[in-house]
């Protein structure tokens, strides 16, 4: 199992127990003056859970069935969200091409450069996903 596979795990456990901590906290009912607020909090991350569990399985199964979409041209590729510190190091990849803009961990492509370069991309559409990508 790859790790697309265990994301998309991962998000409908919680998602589960999610719905069972917001469905217990709503039959138990209780009069005290925080309780709506944890039912809104918690129906909110319902919510994104649920959001976020619907796109992994979409690209899980596109990866599954490999169904990968591929887009040749001219690429930016940017380095994101420096983490800074004492080792500060940049840790996401954004590649544009044409419309197209998809991220990737820096940690799975050590190799690649700031700057602007023909290439062509491998990636999932639902969630952007950068899988491989060719400089040419």
């Not at 998000?11 to 069972?20: E, K």
């Not at 901590?21 to 809104?40: C, G, P, Q």
């Not at 290439?119 to 952007?128: A, G, P, S, V």
């Amino acid at each position: 199992m790859n790790e697309f596979t265990y994301t998309t795990l991962f998000l409908i456990l919680g998602t589960l127990v999610t719905l069972y901590i917001l469905i217990y906290m709503i039959r138990k009912k209780r009069e005290h003056e925080d309780f709506a607020i944890s039912v809104t909090i918690l129906g909110a991350l319902f919510v994104a859970l649920s959001y976020a569990s619907y796109y992994s399985i979409l690209d899980t199964i596109d990866l599954n069935k490999e169904n990968i979409a591929t887009i040749n041209g001219t690429c930016e590729i940017v380095f994101l969200e420096n983490i800074g510190g004492r080792f500060g190091e940049y840790n996401l990849i954004q590649v544009n091409v044409d419309n197209i803009s998809v991220e990737a961990e820096m940690g799975k492509f050590p190799e690649l450069e700031e700057g602007i370069f023909q290439c062509e991309i491998n990636y999932l559409e639902n969630t952007q996903t950068l899988l491989n990508i060719n400089l040419k």
